[in-house]
């Protein structure tokens, strides 16, 4: 009677415990993405689910460079080569299922994976720069650990996270948060923010 | 309600409904566009303002006056800049609120500008975020504008549309219109036969019924009426001479013997014409037939000057002649004429005027007779005549021992007229079939005070003598429907009006004004009755009072009918309810006129009643005609 008693509680425990992990990518998006983007595809996040497991528990900063490294591995190709459009701002699953993408689309996969783990939004934010380097426009993702403190820099580019001021090759024009700018129930914040938000309501894949 | 109206009433409010939704639609459609518009400028504003902020470095001086720029060349209701810890740095809000709408478009119509938000930063580091809130008020002038226009397009939408719904209705429903008369006409028991023939299936099923019923009903009119002026011939008429017969003369004679006759009396003059059996043997039987015919010549011509006059051959030998009006000496003269033209035909004839000869009985009658008394009157004075030398003899009226002189009696109707000192009575019209009143019959009774009061048979003949009977209705009419109340009961009376009474010029000017002020109110349903005589004569009269109360919603009876006409046609075309004759007419109808009169009147829905009906017996002898609806005094047998 006490074993039987032992394994209901074994089974309510594993049972509440299967229902509060939430993976990355749910498995009926991930099996739609692998029968469009093949088994390689599913792969990837496979392994992104993994990279993420490993440093769920970890520092803030042991989830950008885990983040960070995972995404810098994309190829990186432009909107025009994949999309066919000058600008588009990809969701983390076309990006990864296509497996390239441009500045922008490393920018909302790290920021999306970031706060799967749990790194609150006002940390985080899409920051347009100028490359001095390459003299084009570019974005990176920053992660400010309070509002006042210098941000880091997480740059597909560059594939190590430095603090701002170590990365004189940038000079930053404008920084924005859409969750940010949603605050009080609003509807609209940003406008290709805005876009990127119905695409992954819509699952697009 | 109408058909059209309910469907137009049905349509009318879908297309109101219809049209307010699109208008709500179109309203709120435009309010949220409004919003966007509002949201799209202060974003636009916000993010162009958040990057010239950048270049301030975070001097929150420089920051204010960028925004100070952009808020008074702007319409923003607030900019707000605030610190990454949610505090104020700089804040503009524009705080006098003029807007030109009314304000219940305020009350109604809410507009929330949106608040739009961009992030300022300073190089790498954050600023804060900028909020920029667009004026609102041009948004609500912007919408007033839209409602207005959106209003009037939508009213003239709308009375358009009402318009073309009403022709349309109007269109598909024509052909209902017309078998709504033709319905109509059918119920006031006219002939209309639809020739226009709808389309539109159900209807013109309901035509083609509708004209096959009505055309069912007009021959078996006509057969009525084609059969009862065959009668009519073979029942009134002489066919050697073309003169009535002695059943015409008895089925008028209660025209003239009456209370309220329109002749106090006159002459009833009988011709005998005595040797006939010797004329047949000398000149054969047909010449004798023409002799009668010219004798008949002889009496139609002498009575023709006299209005209302009867020539009727009673047997082989005898005629009648009625002159109402006549005097004593004209009707000697007259007769003295007939006599000697009559002697000079039976000369030309070369009979012995020994043998062959006529007799003229005159006998001066009262309308107070009974037609009993006028015939043995009559019969007398011809025994006198047949023993005179002259063939010619004048029985003189019984001086009637009156209880008061023509003066008197004068006197105390003009006092009863001035002083409106008559008073209805009524008596009832049964169906003894069905054991019910049919209606009341109207009379009236002379009160002069509390002791002294006389029936409408006492006055009336006095009346008539002294030519006020006219008035006396005048005063009646307007006592009925001015003061209805004198009439207790709410059910359904009829008055008898005569003809000289509503062939008076001024009667219908003054029914037609009574009317209008009165018949709204009457507490009981009015029938009118006409005299036969009147009515079929297709007096100018007539149509002008069917119509006056038709419009009135009063019914027309006809009385004193002793199917005279020609044509049966005026019942058609005036529709009474019923006819009312003397009980001896319908008893001495054969059963074939009867029924061709019941398929007239039958087929236009009139009832016969049968006035004078005193006995049991002549009741149970009229109910074997089917003649059920009386009048009299045998009403009081009957139990209902």
């Given at each position: 009677m006490l074993k039987l008693k032992v394994l209901i509680l074994l089974a309510l425990i594993f049972v509440s415990y299967s229902q509060a992990e939430e993976f990355y990518v749910k498995k009926q998006l991930l099996e739609k993405i692998a029968t469009k983007y093949k088994v390689f595809a599913k792969k990837r996040f496979f392994f992104l689910q993994q990279t993420l497991d490993e440093v769920v528990d970890g520092s803030d900063l042991e989830k950008l460079e885990a983040v960070n490294e995972f995404f810098n591995n994309v190829r990186y190709s432009s909107d025009m080569k994949v999309?066919?459009?000058?600008d588009y701002w990809a969701t983390p699953w076309e990006f990864l299922g296509k497996d390239r993408g441009d500045c922008e689309d490393y920018v909302i996969s790290k920021y999306f994976a970031l706060r799967y783990l749990g790194?609150?939004?006002?940390?985080l934010f899409f920051t347009y720069v100028?490359?001095?380097?390459?003299k084009q426009p570019h974005m990176v993702l920053t992660y400010f650990k309070t509002p006042r403190s210098e941000p880091l820099i997480l740059d597909n580019n560059n594939r190590k996270i430095f603090p701002?001021?170590?990365?004189?090759d940038l000079t930053p024009i404008y920084n924005f948060n859409g969750e940010v700018l949603q605050?009080?129930?609003?509807?609209?914040?940003h406008k290709k923010w805005d876009q990127l938000m119905l695409n992954m309501k819509r699952k697009k894949i | 309600m109408t058909l059209f109206k309910q469907i137009a009433i049905m349509l009318s409010i879908f297309l109101i409904i219809i049209l307010s939704t699109v208008l709500t639609l179109n309203f709120q459609s435009a309010n949220q566009s409004v919003q966007d518009r509002l949201y799209e400028d202060a974003k636009n504003t916000a993010t162009s303002l958040s990057l010239s902020l950048?270049?301030?470095?975070?001097d929150i001086s420089m920051m204010s006056t960028m925004i100070n720029a952009n808020f008074d060349s702007g319409a923003y209701k607030r900019i707000t800049l605030v610190d990454v810890e949610d505090a104020i740095l700089y804040e503009r809000k524009n705080e006098?609120?003029?807007?030109?709408?009314p304000k219940w478009f305020l009350n109604l119509v809410s507009i929330k500008a949106p608040i739009a938000s961009a992030n300022v930063s300073a190089g790498w580091s954050q600023v804060g975020i900028l909020n920029v809130q667009s004026d609102n008020s041009y948004a609500y002038m912007h919408l007033y504008r839209i409602l207005k226009s959106l209003l009037l397009s939508f009213t003239i939408i709308a009375i358009i549309g009402l318009i073309i719904l009403n022709l349309l209705l109007h269109a598909v429903l024509r052909p209902l219109k017309e078998v709504q008369k033709q319905a109509a006409a059918v119920i006031r028991n006219e002939f209309i036969i639809q020739k226009?023939?709808?389309?539109t299936k159900e209807f013109k099923d309901v035509v083609l019924g509708m004209n096959a019923m009505v055309t069912k009903v007009k021959a078996m009119f006509d057969k009525g009426n084609e059969e009862l002026q065959q009668h009519r011939e073979l029942e009134?008429?002489?066919?050697?001479?073309?003169l009535k017969n002695r059943k015409y003369l008895i089925d008028r004679l209660p025209e003239y013997l009456?209370?309220?006759?329109?002749?106090k009396g006159g002459i009833s003059i009988i011709v005998a014409l005595s040797g006939m059996i010797e004329a047949n043997e000398k000149l054969g039987r047909r010449d004798v037939d023409k002799l009668f015919s010219e004798i008949a010549d002889i009496f139609r011509h002498s009575s023709?000057?006299?209005?209302?006059s009867i020539v009727a051959r009673m047997n082989g030998t005898e005629f009648t002649i009625l002159l109402p009006d006549c005097p004593n000496e004209d009707a000697i003269s007259l007769a003295n004429n007939i006599y000697t033209s009559a002697t000079d035909l039976i000369e030309e004839y070369e009979l012995n005027n020994e043998e062959t000869f006529i007799s003229i009985g005159l006998y001066e009658y009262?309308?107070?007779?009974s037609i009993a008394q006028l015939l043995s009157h009559s019969d007398n004075a011809l025994a006198q005549a047949k023993f005179n030398k002259t063939h010619i003899h004048l029985e003189k009226a019984e001086e009637a021992v009156e209880v008061m002189g023509k003066e008197a009696w004068k006197l105390i109707i003009n006092q009863a007229i001035n002083k409106n000192r008559f008073n209805f009575t009524s008596w009832a019209v049964v169906d003894a079939k069905n054991k019910k009143l049919v209606h009341n019959v109207l009379s009236i009774n002379l009160t002069l005070d509390k002791h002294t009061s006389y029936s409408y048979a006492k006055f009336m003949a006095p009346a008539i003598q002294s030519g006020l009977s006219c008035d006396i209705y005048k005063n009646v009419v307007h006592m009925l429907l001015?003061?209805?109340?004198?009439?207790?009961?709410a059910s359904t009376y009829s008055l008898r009006l005569p003809s000289e009474y509503l062939e008076m010029p001024e009667t219908y000017e003054e029914i037609s004004n009574l009317l209008r002020t009165s018949a709204s109110t009457l507490p009981f349903k009015l029938i009118i009755e006409l005299p036969d005589r009147m009515v079929r004569k297709d007096s100018k009269y007539i149509k002008l009072y069917k119509e006056l109360f038709e419009q009135y919603n009063i019914d027309i009876g006809i009385f004193e009918?002793?199917?005279?006409?020609?044509?049966?046609q005026y019942l058609q075309d005036l529709r009474p309810v019923y006819i009312k004759g003397e009980s001896t007419y319908f008893l001495t109808q054969s059963t074939q006129a009867l029924s061709a009169l019941r398929l007239i009147t039958d087929s236009i829905g009139i009832s016969l009643i049968a006035v004078g009906v005193m006995e049991k017996q002549t009741l149970e002898e009229l109910t074997q005609k089917h003649i059920t609806i009386i009048q009299g005094k045998a009403t009081e047998l009957i139990e209902f």
């Open positions: 999309y066919g459009k000058k790194i609150k939004p006002k940390k100028r490359s001095t380097k390459f701002a001021s170590k990365r004189k605050k009080g129930k609003k509807k609209k914040s | 950048g270049s301030a470095n975070g006098t609120e003029v807007i030109d709408v226009k023939i709808p389309h009134y008429l002489d066919k050697t001479t073309g009456k209370v309220d006759s329109v002749s023709r000057i006299y209005k209302n009262s309308h107070m007779d001015k003061t209805p109340d004198m009439i207790l009961s009918f002793i199917g005279e006409s020609d044509d049966y």
